[in-house]
């Protein structure tokens, strides 16, 4: 169904989560080039966390990374991340950094802070044209804006 491997993994966490968990257990998604920074806090410390779905916000900038997340097994979750998903029809024309770049756009729309369709950070999403080799201030700025709605929440 996903021909990009980044918003099929969404999909394929939810469906497995579905199947081999129990509603309310909490799973962590790493991606494959993840080097630990902090080995000495164990992953159980964050176990406690309420939230269905825990994501995490670059240091280096205010991006929020789609690679890594703690997700807890409920309808609410995995809904959010087949949703997620299925950005993957939705990509732009230009460079958007698959998954990473519809995070945002996902976040903003789930948080109801703009409606699915002719909203500004939806407008700068589906705009961006310029390839990976020219990302210009303009083509990523216009996302990093859009996260920055998110914070306000």
């Not at 469906?15 to 998604?29: C, L």
């Not at 903003?108 to 201030?137: A, D, F, H, M, W």
């Amino acid at each position: 169904k996903y021909q990009i491997f980044f918003f099929r993994k969404h999909c394929m966490v939810a469906s497995w989560m579905h199947r081999e968990t129990n509603v309310g257990d909490k799973v962590f998604v790493f991606d494959s080039d993840v080097v630990p920074y902090r080995t000495n806090v164990p992953l159980h410390n964050w176990s406690y966390l309420r939230e269905d779905i825990i994501l995490y916000e670059r240091t280096w900038n205010t991006e929020i990374a789609a690679g890594n997340y703690l997700v807890t097994n409920s309808e609410a979750a995995r809904s959010f991340l087949v949703r997620w998903a299925q950005y993957e029809k939705e990509i732009p024309p230009g460079f958007s950094s698959a998954d990473n770049g519809a995070i945002h756009l996902h976040l903003i729309r789930s948080v109801n802070l703009e409606p699915e369709k002719n909203g500004t950070c939806g407008q700068k999403y589906y705009s961006l044209t310029e390839p990976v080799t020219n990302l210009g201030e303009l083509n990523v700025q216009g996302m990093i804006f859009c996260n920055e709605l998110c914070q306000i929440c």
